[in-house]
């Protein structure tokens, strides 16, 4: 008895009682978006409208739970060694964080599109660490409802190998001040459920969200995109969500399952959608492939965050300041 009230003293001061475990903290996700194509681009604006705090407001009220917001912090730091952070770009960031809280959205605070990474791990892993050594002071006394994310969608010469030991530097940094705060880790060749296998997270660590991207089949989800080489050649491809297409579907959620099952760790859909060259999201159709990922995917225990808010996959117009009605009623229902 004393024991157990020792310990849990010792818990407490520590504050290990204070945290929700990591299948609650996925759970919190809920609903989510992409504030995708903004504080990624090389400079916010470059890809679109900046994100305003009328943004957040409508995205709460809309009936989201939580946002995801991709970061190129690497286009905002030294090259050099101790590589700090810009101030600027830091207070902008904190604040969007800032808002999205208090609008009682969950955020999942990312590094995104450090393409150097991704040619050249070696040598970028320190300053990618680094990074996130200072992302992780500056925030360590947000709520819990802030989560990190290392690094979206390693990729290229990033392999397992590289990227188990990039993940592991990062990490490191992070848990010196966020000992409890969730962390979002993907595998490897953008973040496919295929390679979460491949992952080595330290066992003792039991605040890892793991996080896959969802885009398949790609040849229908990214026609005529422009960022995607030959895209061109696949516009009219149809999903047409026939019983082989769902059990496609099933088998690679299932897969996700399984995983997180095997390895008691909850699992995030951090991405998933279709371009705009998906026509039917202005013809005012659903769209029958994001419908079904929307509503198969929590029967796997996934929570999702939809790519994007109003870009080129957008649910917001932003020119005519209004929703794509059909798209948010495709993953929202009549909220
Ligand atoms: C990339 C975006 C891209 C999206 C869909 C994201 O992970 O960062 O640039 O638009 O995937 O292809």
């Avoid at 969200?209 to 149809?238: M, R």
């Avoid at 699992?267 to 159709?285: H, K, W």
Wanted: charged share 20%; with cysteine.
């Amino acid at each position: 008895m004393l024991k157990s009230l020792s310990l849990l003293v010792a818990c407490f001061l520590m504050g290990c009682v204070s945290s929700s475990d990591a299948f609650q903290q996925q759970a919190s996700l809920g609903r989510g978006i992409n504030l995708g194509n903004s504080l990624e681009a090389p400079v916010e604006g470059a890809w679109g409208p900046k994100i305003t705090d009328e943004d957040l407001v409508r995205l709460k009220k809309a009936g989201f739970n939580s946002v995801r917001i991709p970061t190129r912090w690497s286009a905002h730091a030294l090259k050099v060694a101790p590589y700090t952070i810009d101030p600027a770009f830091m207070a902008r960031v904190d604040h969007v964080v800032q808002v999205a809280l208090a609008q009682g959205l969950v955020v999942v605070l990312n590094a995104h599109h450090y393409q150097e990474i991704d040619e050249a791990p070696a040598e970028h892993r320190e300053r990618l660490a680094m990074m996130w050594h200072q992302i992780a002071t500056h925030f360590a006394d947000f709520p819990e409802s802030l989560q990190f994310e290392i690094y979206n969608e390693p990729n290229t010469q990033h392999t397992a190998e590289a990227w188990n030991l990039t993940l592991a530097a990062a990490l490191q940094e992070i848990r010196k001040t966020n000992p409890t705060r969730a962390v979002h880790i993907g595998g490897v060749e953008w973040n496919k459920i295929g390679t979460l296998k491949d992952l080595k997270l330290p066992p003792e660590d039991r605040h890892i969200i793991a996080q896959i991207h969802y885009y398949a089949p790609f040849h229908f989800t990214h026609q005529n995109a422009s960022w995607v080489k030959g895209s061109t050649a696949w516009n009219g491809t149809k999903w047409d969500g026939t019983e082989a297409d769902k059990e496609a579907v099933r088998r690679d959620f299932k897969a996700a399952a399984d995983w997180s099952q095997k390895e008691q760790r909850p699992v995030f859909m951090g991405e998933f959608g279709t371009s705009a060259g998906v026509a039917d999201m202005d013809a005012g159709l659903l769209n029958p492939w994001t419908a079904f990922i929307a509503s198969e995917a929590p029967r796997y225990h996934l929570t999702w965050a939809y790519w994007e808010y109003q870009a080129n996959f957008g649910i917001w117009d932003p020119k005519a300041q209004q929703w794509r009605e059909p798209l948010k009623a495709t993953l929202l229902g009549d909220n």
